[in-house]
């Protein structure tokens, strides 16, 4: 036999016994989490009744107090906060957004009459290109603009308040990767209109699912919290209210996460750095790095891939990892705008040429809560050994890809 | 001084130092609870389809004799999606009873169509084949049937009326989650049937909901919209969707509840016929009775006011309150208020004629039987001292 068979592609045995998902999955302990629900049962407040209940009043002053906003408002998830921040900024019209976001990014805007206009990213960090954006303001008949920061990265976010003010249009974000990280010293969260985070599981703070809307405009935050569901509205015209609510255990749950924050960001910059030492010397393998933050929360690990110097496709990669049981990912796929309706939208050719070579060439490594130092190095090993091993590994996967 | 016995309102001490609300919070055995949330901090999957969502879903279903259950994050987003899957194409218009939840207009308004309200039957308070028949036109793209809170409105005529003219039927069951009705369970009715599991109703997961059928197709589709339409990792089949999922904390609650069922239902039961029992020796206020044949849930306690009660209701309500009896009005015709989006609002005339005449009365897991009499009590002082205390207010 030979040295080939020490990967699971080839013929050995996986090097994960289980499935090593992408994701945070920072989650409390037992103990903590078994006192927050007793104290709940004994209250019997288990959601907003009349009134947002105590822990999730709490878990809200927390998070302003941590994002030095002045209001933050718990969600059941990040999508309905966007929904109903595009429906109070209510720019119903032409939005530009990213295709190279999460899908539910882009289908937020459906739900209140917006129509995406796909702006391009920049090749090196991945977030929305300035120029892309600023040629699609010429265009005309533009409303909003809704910023997504990736990957525990920021935009520039300077440079594109300017714009928005230039055009006159609304800004505002999706910081769904983004809680925690900071711009000299100013944290996301306190940028555009309002920025909206999301507290899924496979983001650094989780309450399971959740999210919440950041802003420091008084009026408008009224309007949000009116619209998540939890007052009756009074006289005069309501608003079209929709159902956002936090529980109060996802709020307890939110609430130790704030207080593990530094400790997990710590372990995710650790990994990081582990990560990108050990792949950093691959041929045609390029860990993304954080430009725009001067804190980032690491709690992305994403790779571009060089097809002629790495030897193989970044599906052939993924290939050779899943076999492994490493579920590592192709992030955004299929992209936004070739899914069905958003591919009907008319574009520019080459409008969106850095989105689909990145569609192509990226891919995202397990960090968090759920992976160790051993499993970093084994994960770093088998990329390092499909590099080597890439032509055998191709004629290995090639009757696979023919049927 | 009169003989006027100590109401709150006169600034007495009320009677209840806590208050009695309307709402349910049931609060299941907390170990059951914690049993079941072992379970996803054994797998370390807390959302996204986990082991708790999936039994949930089978055990909802076999709760409600139907082929599939989809569990969702609210009974709201739940009916944004049956009525986004299920609308005829090119419609606009869906009709739904003024007199009801009070964000039903809301919810269509979020699914992109436009409220066509029509009236109620006065003696089930639900809609009609009647009262639908009045709303229905060539824009009609799907009929959204509440379940009064009391009873069912005639579901079987309504899902056959649907099906002669090939207009999609939504039941809106979030308060009729126990019953039957012609023999069959609620949850089979028309296309598909919504329930809300808010901590307010008969079962509590904190916040969530979930939608019924015995389409598969259908079911298949609404649990790809409530995840971004994707289905698996990486393959989007709907464009129009957006996060509606039931988290693994949500669903260990909700299972803890639903295995408490039955048991629930007989707490509410004592406590009803206590409210009946009382209710028969108050002239002015009729008990609207659940029946038995529809296999009630005996949880919400709603009233008639009648000609011969003394006070008005808002002013029953306000003296109710002021002694932590947190009674409301039966529903707030919709029509009543303003909003930024289009609805069509005809004359309404049972609607009008009945708005004013019933309210609900406390009941679920914040009110024990104890304060069922003294609820009774009260009513009865009211009854007895309403002139008196109507007097009282006119000079103050």
Known sequence: MTGNLSLAVLGARPRFSELLPVGQFYWPEWEGYENAARGIFLRRYYTAQRFAGPLVVEFQRRLQEFLGVKHAIAIRNATNGLMIATHTLGPSGKVIVPSWTFIGTIQSLLWSNCQPVFCDIDPESQQMSLGSVRRLLDGGEIKGILGVHLWGNALPVYELEMLAEEYGVALYYDAAHAFGCRVNERAIGTFGRVEVFSFHATNILSTAEGGCITTNDDALAAKLRAMRGDHVSGAGVSVQSATARMSEIQAAIGLMMLDDFGRNRRNNEEQHRSYEKRLGDIPGIRILKHSSVTTSNFQNVVGVIDNSAFGLTRDELLAVLRAENVAAERHFYPSSHAVSPFADIAREPGQLDHTESAARSTFQLPIGARVTAGAIEQICDIVHEAHLHSKSIKSALAPLAAT | ?396
């Open chain 2, 1 to 396: 001084m009169s003989g006027l016995p100590r109401f709150a309102v006169c600034g007495e001490k009320p009677l209840f130092a806590e208050a009695k609300p309307t709402g349910n919070l049931y609060r299941p055995s907390i170990e059951k609870f914690l049993g079941y949330s072992r379970v996803f901090y054994q797998s370390k999957r807390y959302t996204d389809e986990g082991e708790l969502c999936r039994l949930l879903e089978l055990r909802l279903a076999e709760f409600h004799a139907v082929e599939r259950a989809i569990c969702v994050s609210s009974g709201f987003w739940g009916h944004v999606l049956a009525m986004a899957a299920l609308a005829l194409p090119r419609r606009r218009e869906i009709i739904t009873p003024a007199f009801g939840y009070r964000r039903s207009d809301d919810m269509i308004a979020w699914a992109g169509f436009v409220p066509h309200f029509c009236d109620v039957d006065p003696e089930t308070l639900g809609i009609s084949v009647n009262t639908i028949k009045a709303a229905l036109n060539d824009r009609t793209a799907l009929i959204l049937a509440p379940h009064p809170m009391v009873n069912c409105c005639d579901a079987q005529g309504i899902e056959n009326f649907g099906r002669e003219q090939g207009i999609p039927v939504v039941f809106d069951s979030v308060e009729a989650a126990y019953r039957d009705y012609n023999n069959r369970r609620i949850g089979g009715f028309g296309d598909a049937e919504v329930f809300s599991t808010h901590s307010t109703k008969l079962l509590n997961s904190f916040e969530g909901g979930y939608i019924t059928t015995n389409n598969g197709q259908l079911a298949d589709r609404l649990g790809h919209m409530k995840r971004f339409g994707l289905v698996g990792a990486e393959t989007v089949k709907d464009g129009q969707a957006l996060n509606a999922k039931l988290n693994e904390v949500h669903a260990a609650m909700a299972l803890a509840s639903l295995d408490e069922v039955d048991d629930q239902v007989a707490l509410h039961r004592r406590k009803y016929d206590l409210y009946a029992a009382g209710l028969r020796n108050i002239d002015g206020l009729k008990l609207l009775e659940h029946k038995e044949s529809q296999r009630p849930d005996y949880r919400l306690i709603v009233v008639r006011i009648g000609a011969s009660w003394p006070l008005s209701r808002e002013d029953t309500l306000r003296l109710l309150e002021a002694e932590n009896v947190l009674a409301r009005p039966y529903y707030s015709p919709l029509t009543n208020k303003v909003v930024e989006y289009p609805r069509v609002c005809p004359e309404l005339p049972v609607t009008e004629a009945i708005v004013q005449d019933f309210m609900v009365l406390p009941s679920g897991a914040h009110v024990s039987e104890d304060d069922v009499e003294k609820i009774i009590d009260i009513l009865t002082n009211i009854r007895r001292h309403g002139s008196e205390l109507k007097l009282r207010w006119k000079t103050e």
